[in-house]
């Protein structure tokens, strides 16, 4: 058993839980805590754990450090000292609406010159020269050390503080941020219900075999009309714009833009004012492909997007009449350059090849955005070009027009976006602006858990947190202002990623990795002003190895955790079979669900559809027997909690398959005596669906992000039927306290 595996708690005991005053000596140690990264960290388990020299010292590297030898790592040291002595004013400030905050300014001169300006391009008329002292306990070398104290009457906003020293001038961003998220009102007037679902997974007649942005505001519309408040879906990323398409939304080339192959050509407007031949030509690739939309298999990604590319490769060329080309016009010079990035990268994965096929397509590896050839091919391929930005446009109505769907049906938030931690390491982001990443030798994931115990390396490249502080966390910002353009809430998956992420350097394998920390107060503050000035709620997928604080720390600033009825046990136990936790106990500042997409359906769950599939894949780090006794212990603690709370009648809980929509709905209707603010039902638990939708841990080896809906009898449910289905109906009267 390694130092990354959970120990039995006989051997847990006799270990240490924090790190030695020796080990805390060591220079490579000092070194790589100055540069934020986690030298140790405790497991899901409780297990203290120490991060390998090796894997620090390749982590170092990621971030630019060398650290290969003694003499490099003193070198280093002294460089980080040499710098925080040096740099005359922190190049990100974060303030919070009524909290002091206090910035050290390193200067050369005695009276550094002081000046703010407002986001809006207005001068901050106090006096903030009054506000500078002598900072007694800097580091003595420094010739003038100040603390500057933020003033307390700053509007929302991103700021810029100027500082000049002699002939010396430094800015910096202030972020300036409420306190807390402010909770919409009609949440704020009682918790509020919604479902979850996958996009992809509901069809309707006029889909191309895969759920769309159409099949979305009919959703919307649907579940509004029976009580629902939200409907949180996977990730709507950009993903390449060819195919092969890659299944997984958690796993996009760019978080800035919208994933396109779900856009519904019949719902353009130029759509209804092609000619009788255009109209035919895409009416008939729509049938080649319809068929597919009363198919039981995986989804076929790409039969369906290579269709629907077609068609509105012929939409597009339609004319567009003046006021719609003045719409399009204004969305291209709002999206501003990235926009022309993602097209361009789009451009050269068309032209020039998959990216990933390295050997037989350079590009990638060999061009940037500053080369001539990139330059030509642009110039050389304009119509290509400025159809990859028109489908963005296109994506981004038909997403608007969802949500607008949402909010005539009287939903208090509508849609609920879905924020992937990363993207891919071939993706435009990582392309077009490598410096923004750790690229190449490091990539994102997570330690072994309770519930994925080989640990995931999902293949991404993390931001490096120095680009983001040196930026004002610019990328960050415009990413989230995108998302909460067309959405009442955002949930961010894997939340712990605004604190520390896990680094797994090449070869290591997802166990050997560490934890590197970011600057989450400025994460927050983007995540409070954008939210507040959308009116909307930001939830946080906090489960898993997440430290007690971050919870705490989120709450305070009003993010929204995430409560799960399967993993909420007394004490936060990782022990199947200990008892459940009462849902009066759950967190207020939660959005508390019975289920995940990263668990089978509930019916599902009950009947060891879990067990079966990691027996199968071959993903078990134990014999099949010792985790189907666990789970069947997890199923016994959960039967006795909803018996002896008055969920579920005690006969019921012999027989689970004879009674099993009786148990999910139980799990649902003790969901409501939860305190937390949302409250949420999968639509899959709705209609009665067994199959697992994603299996961690794999890519291949099963039809992850591929399986369309179907009900307790494994019929096919289309999106005009899900809303008509008994079983979602019930549920839908359960949730809504009927």
């Known amino acids: 058993m390694t130092d990354q595996q959970a120990s039995s708690p006989s051997s847990q005991d006799a270990r240490p839980q924090e790190e030695s005053p020796e080990r805390l000596a ?73 909290t002091p905050s206090r910035v050290a ?71 300036c941020a409420p306190a ?41 519309h649907d579940a509004g009309e029976h009580g629902a408040d939200f409907m949180l879906i996977n990730p709507i990323h950009a993903g390449t714009p060819i195919p092969p398409i890659e299944p997984s939304p958690y796993l996009p080339e760019s978080r800035r833009f919208l994933n396109v192959t779900y856009i519904r050509p019949q719902q353009i407007t130029e759509y209804g004012e092609l000619t009788a031949d255009d109209r035919a030509q895409v009416d008939a690739l729509h049938d080649s492909v319809a068929a597919a939309n009363d198919d039981p298999n995986p989804l076929d990604l790409n039969a369906s997007w290579t269709a629907k590319r077609k068609a509105l490769w012929t939409i597009y060329h339609q004319p567009r009449n003046a006021e719609r080309q003045a719409a399009f016009d204004a969305f291209v010079k709002a999206a501003g350059p990235d926009l022309d990035a993602f097209a361009a990268w789009c451009v050269a994965f068309e032209v020039w090849g998959a990216p990933w096929e390295t ?31 028109w489908l963005q446009w296109i994506a981004d109505e038909q997403v608007a027009q969802a949500q607008d769907a949402a909010k005539e049906a009287g939903m208090a938030l509508g849609l609920m976006q879905d924020m992937a931690v990363g ?27 309770f519930y994925n115990q080989q640990g995931q390396d999902w293949g991404q490249p993390p931001f490096n947190p120095r680009y983001l502080e040196r930026t004002g966390y610019r990328v960050y910002r415009e990413m989230v202002h995108n998302v909460f353009a067309h959405a009442g809430a955002v949930r961010i998956d894997h939340v712990l990623g605004l604190f520390r992420l896990w680094w797994i350097p090449k070869g290591e394998g997802a166990k050997g990795g560490a934890y590197v920390t970011y600057n989450y107060r400025a994460m927050l503050a983007v995540l ?56 009066e106990t759950y967190r207020k500042y939660a959005l508390a669900s019975v289920t995940t997409h990263d668990l089978p359906p509930t019916a599902g769950y009950l009947e060891f559809e879990h067990v079966k599939l990691r027996e199968q894949l071959h993903l078990l780090s ?20 909803l018996v002896d709370g008055g969920w579920l009648d005690a006969s019921a809980a012999q027989d689970v398959p004879a009674h099993e929509q009786e148990i999910v709905e139980a799990m649902h209707r003790m969901l409501l005596k939860s305190p937390s603010l949302l409250l949420q039902a999968a639509l899959v638990d709705g209609t009665g669906e067994h199959h697992t939708q994603n299996q961690p841990g794999t890519s291949t080896e099963y039809c992850n992000w591929r399986v369309p809906l179907h009900d307790a009898d494994d019929h096919l449910v289309h999106t005009d039927e899900v809303f008509k289905n008994p079983r979602v109906l019930s549920l839908a009267r359960v949730m809504c306290g009927e």
């Open 26 to 98: 060591r220079p490579l140690i000092q070194l790589a805590k100055l540069n934020g990264i986690s030298t140790s960290y405790i497991d899901q388990l409780g297990t203290y754990v120490e991060i390998r020299d090796e894997v620090l010292v390749s982590v170092l590297a990621a971030l630019g450090v060398d650290a290969s030898s003694d003499d490099a790592i003193e070198t280093a040291l002294q460089h980080m000292r040499r710098i925080a002595c040096d740099q005359l004013v922190p190049p990100t400030i974060v303030v919070f609406n009524g």
């Open 105 to 175: 300014i390193h200067a050369r001169t005695e009276r550094p010159e002081l000046s703010l300006t407002c986001e809006d391009g207005s001068s901050y008329p106090g006096d903030l020269a009054g506000s500078l002292c002598k900072d007694a306990d800097a580091d003595p070398t420094i010739p003038y050390a100040y603390t500057l104290t933020m003033p307390d009457d700053l509007p929302v906003g991103y700021h810029t503080l100027r500082v000049i020293d002699g002939e010396q001038t430094a800015e910096a961003t202030v972020l």
């Open 180 to 220: 807390r998220i402010p909770v919409p009102e009609p949440v704020a007037e009682r918790h509020r219900w919604g479902w979850m679902t996958q996009l992809y997974s509901v069809r309707s007649t006029a889909s191309w075999g895969v759920g769309d942005y159409g099949d979305l505001k009919e959703l919307l």
């Open 359 to 389: 050997d037989r397509n350079p590009w990638f590896t060999t061009l940037d955005r500053n080369s001539p050839e990139v330059t030509e091919l642009v110039r050389d391929n304009r119509d290509l070009f400025d159809f990859q930005r």
């Open 423 to 449: 993207v891919h390491a071939y993706g435009v982001d990582a392309w077009w602006n490598p410096e923004r990443f750790a690229v190449g030798s490091v990539t994102v994931g997570c330690p072994p858990d």
């Open 528 to 583: 409070s002003i954008e939210a507040s000035r959308a009116g909307g709620m930001v939830i946080g997928e906090d489960l898993g190895t997440v430290p007690a604080y971050v919870s705490q720390v989120l709450a305070d600033h009003g993010v929204l955790g995430t409560v799960v009825e399967w993993f909420s046990r007394v004490n936060n136990s990782p022990n199947a079979g200990d008892p459940y936790a009462e849902p």
């Open 622 to 641: 134990e014999p099949v027997e010792e985790f189907q006794k666990a789970a069947s212990a997890e199923r016994d603690a959960m039967l006795k909690l």
